[in-house]
């Protein structure tokens, strides 16, 4: 049999107060004084018969037990919260908000989740951002994430793996008048980094050029982009040849005259995205059925740019 719990309100004041660092600060979310925060305090170190705080002049400090007891308690009423926040969104028929970097929400989740919306399977928002989504914090109920490996703890669902090829503005390749992969050598080279954020720095130029059989001692690099959007934009202005990949590069560019596609040896990376979610909300059935979806969408999506050959 368990044995019963110190009261609510003595565990949220404590949590609250140890979270802010300030009886004041916790005072203020709580919607109380602070000296009831104080005594309520007090009265859950008297019914454990410990002491959670060092109090001295103006500081509140944590004692190792308190810290302790704190940092479990902070995780007890966040799964609280999200719990709560699931029955909320399934009773409210809350949006569901998924997050991508801004390239591949604007060239595949939104056109995925507006296939998934005719389904009528849930209402969705996206937020798109290059930083990652905080999802204890319910900054999103998914989130894309390249890499080679993924955060432990969380579902993880694959995408797919991203081919990158190269790409320059028609008037930058008629000045160049590139003839083979090899005249890529002497060309104004735009690099990336974000693919490197997990498991190493992303090397796609060399890889690319030994797909093609050239192993160069040094490369031109013109330029270097924290996303590979920046870089393909660059590459459209005119700057040189970057790297771009189908599902970042939409066949209007390629169509529009703001891009070519050089040569046609595709390399796939050795980085995935993955659609990823906390155990919790990965498993309602709102959730489940999107993740699903998304999945089968990732899996059945095809290259929409034009095919080459070396």
């Not at 399934?90 to 919306?117: F, I, K, N």
């Not at 005249?183 to 974000?194: I, P, Q, S």
């Amino acid at each position: 049999m368990r044995q019963p719990l110190p009261p609510l309100n003595g565990l949220r004041a404590f949590e609250a107060a140890a979270r802010a660092g300030s009886l004041v600060a916790a005072a203020e979310e709580l919607r109380v004084t602070p000296s009831a925060v104080g005594h309520q305090i007090r009265a859950l170190e008297a019914l454990l018969r410990v002491r959670l705080f060092d109090r001295r002049a103006r500081s509140l400090t944590l004692t190792a037990t308190g810290r302790r007891y704190a940092e479990q308690l902070t995780e007890g009423f966040d799964l609280m919260h999200r719990a709560t926040a699931m029955v909320r969104r399934e009773t409210a028929g809350r949006a569901v908000t998924v997050s991508a970097t801004p390239a591949l929400a604007l060239r595949w989740l939104a056109p995925a989740l507006d296939r998934l919306r005719q389904e009528g399977i849930a209402e969705f928002r996206i937020d798109a951002s290059s930083r990652e989504a905080d999802l204890p914090a319910g900054e999103a109920e998914l989130d894309i994430r390249y890499g080679l490996v993924v955060d432990p703890g969380l579902v993880t669902d694959v995408l797919f793996s991203e081919t990158v090829f190269p790409v320059c503005h028609p008037d930058y390749a008629a000045q160049a008048k590139f003839a083979s992969p090899a005249d890529l050598l002497r060309a104004d080279l735009l690099f990336v980094d974000d693919w490197g954020k997990r498991g190493g720095r992303w090397s796609a130029w060399r890889d690319w050029f030994d797909l093609a059989g050239l192993q160069p001692d040094e490369l031109r690099e013109a330029g270097r982009f924290a996303e590979m959007d920046k870089s393909v934009a660059a590459a459209a202005g005119g700057w040189g040849v970057a790297m771009g990949a189908a599902r970042h590069l939409g066949a209007g560019e390629v169509d529009g005259g703001r891009l070519i596609r050089l040569f046609g040896g595709e390399l796939e990376l050795r980085y995935s995205a993955f659609l990823v979610a906390l155990p919790e909300i990965a498993e309602e059935a709102t959730i489940k059925r999107l993740r699903r979806r998304l999945v089968a969408l990732a899996r059945d999506s095809r290259n929409v740019l034009h095919e080459g050959a070396f």
